[in-house]
């Protein structure tokens, strides 16, 4: 036991039972005297947990001069409320670097012994490691954080998977209008009555504005089918600027369309084997314009 009286002086009842029972305990205790907490005596537990390198014997020592750097709810604050109020403290916790075992997190729980007069005399000073309580506080919310990136991974990839059912249903849809597409120029052998039937088909589900220019023969005066049918200032100004550049990639054209008021827009060349029958062009307000087969 670190600790012994004065020459001449009988131990202390205090420091005879820290003999007595904490010499050999596994518990790290520590007691001091007086209001300037003066060592008293420390069992090897306490000594080896939480003196660390210094050789010195913290006995005779104030303890605040032992342990300089603890933080201010542990050292000599804490010490001074237990001593003036005689009531039990724990302070918070608080790392320590051991020589051997490395970050060491400790706590340290002091209560008073009483004199005759049951005022507060000495202090015991039972430091706590922590260390693995701690860990496992920090694994639970190292798996706390796992487990919330993989919640938002789950989110976005269901989004993504509803995103992808949308482009599917989408497909499908614009399937299903080339195939009633094919119905209607199967069916019919007026080219003009059947380019209406795919403007009207068209626009609404895939475009917002259609225009089919039939090309009869060279020397005859195209004509247009339009939907809907009178078309706006804008729109025709659109559609003039893309048959201009027919399926020419031009951020120029892209520019100006969209400064009309469109999100985008298409002009294809429709042939029979032999020759053009037809140029269709298609304007989208809102939201991206996908390809169409031609």
């Known amino acids: 036991m670190h600790g012994a009286p004065k020459e001449g002086e009988p131990p202390s009842i205090a420091l005879r039972a820290l003999r007595c029972f904490g010499e050999r305990s596994p518990t790290p205790l520590l007691v001091t005297e007086g209001p ?30 032992v342990f300089p750097e603890l933080p201010p709810g542990a050292g000599a604050a804490l010490l001074d409320d237990v001593y003036a109020t005689g009531a039990a403290r724990q302070s918070p916790s608080f790392e320590r670097l051991h020589s051997r075992r490395g970050e060491r997190v400790v706590t340290l729980c002091v209560w008073p012994t009483l004199d005759d007069g049951e005022g507060p005399r000495r202090l015991v000073i039972e430091a706590r490691d922590r260390t693995d309580e701690a860990r496992e506080i920090q694994r639970g919310r190292e798996l706390a954080e796992e487990t919330r990136r993989i919640n938002e991974r789950l989110v976005v990839a269901g989004v993504r998977m509803q995103e992808l059912v949308d482009e599917a249903e989408s497909a499908r849809n614009r399937l299903a209008i080339i195939a009633e597409s094919g119905g209607l120029l199967g069916a019919s052998l007026d080219v003009a009555a059947m380019s209406q039937g795919v403007a009207r088909l068209l626009v609404g589900r895939l ?49 100006q369309i969209h400064a009309l008021g469109f999100a985008g827009g298409l002009s294809i060349p429709l042939r029979s084997p032999n020759q053009l029958v037809a140029v269709l062009t298609v304007l989208r307000r809102r939201g991206a314009l996908d390809p169409l087969e031609t």
Do not use: K, Y
């Open 36 to 65: 300037l907490h003066v060592v008293l005596g420390a069992n090897p537990a306490f000594v080896e947990l939480l003196c660390g390198d210094d050789a010195r014997s913290p006995v005779s020592r104030r303890f605040v001069d």
């Open 207 to 255: 475009v917002d504005v259609c225009a089919i220019e039939l090309l009869e023969a060279p020397g005859v005066a195209a004509r247009s089918v339009l939907e809907p049918r009178v078309l706006s200032p804008d729109a025709a100004h659109a559609i003039a600027r893309l048959r201009a550049r027919s399926l020419a990639a031009d951020d120029a054209t892209a520019r």
